[in-house]
Nanobody
Framework: QLELVESGGGLVQAGGPLRLSCAAS????????MAWFRQAPGQEREFVAA????????YYTHSVKGRFTISRDNAKNTAYLQMNSLIPEDTAVYYC???????????????????WGQGTQVTVSS
């Protein structure tokens, strides 16, 4: 069982930065490709960014490309989402997710992930 705990959410003004962290425990962190998803009120959960288990390849949804950066530190069992130039449309609960996988690939569908954190609220004011 892999446990994930997000932190770093909060209230930020439009244009500002925020960094989310996802701390993992329970298993070998480097065995798990990771991703961030978000869910705004009344909307479905959507993919934001994904990273391979070795951290050498990333993929982003179009709306955050160039503003968000996903990364991971396997020595610290932690994944990150650096968010810059935030806009009100980024307001959502952000979740990190993981799946056990021996390949060095990333995944972008929520159904492909087995483990989820509890979420952290990000609110961007205009």
């Amino acid at each position: 069982q892999l446990e994930l705990v997000e932190s770093g959410g909060g209230l930020v003004q439009a244009g500002g930065p925020l960094r989310l962290s996802c701390a993992a425990s329970g298993r070998i962190f480097s065995s798990y490709p990771m991703a961030w998803f978000r869910q705004a009120p009344g909307q479905e959960r959507e993919f934001v960014a994904a990273v391979t288990r070795m951290g050498d390849s990333m993929y982003y949804t179009h709306s955050v490309k160039g503003r968000f950066t996903i990364s991971r530190d396997n020595a610290k069992n932690t994944a990150y989402l650096q968010m810059n130039s935030l806009i009100p449309e980024d307001t959502a609960v952000y979740y990190c997710a993981a799946r056990p996988d021996s390949s060095n690939y990333y995944y972008i569908r929520s159904s492909e992930y087995d483990y989820w954190g509890q979420g952290t609220q990000v609110t961007v004011s205009s």
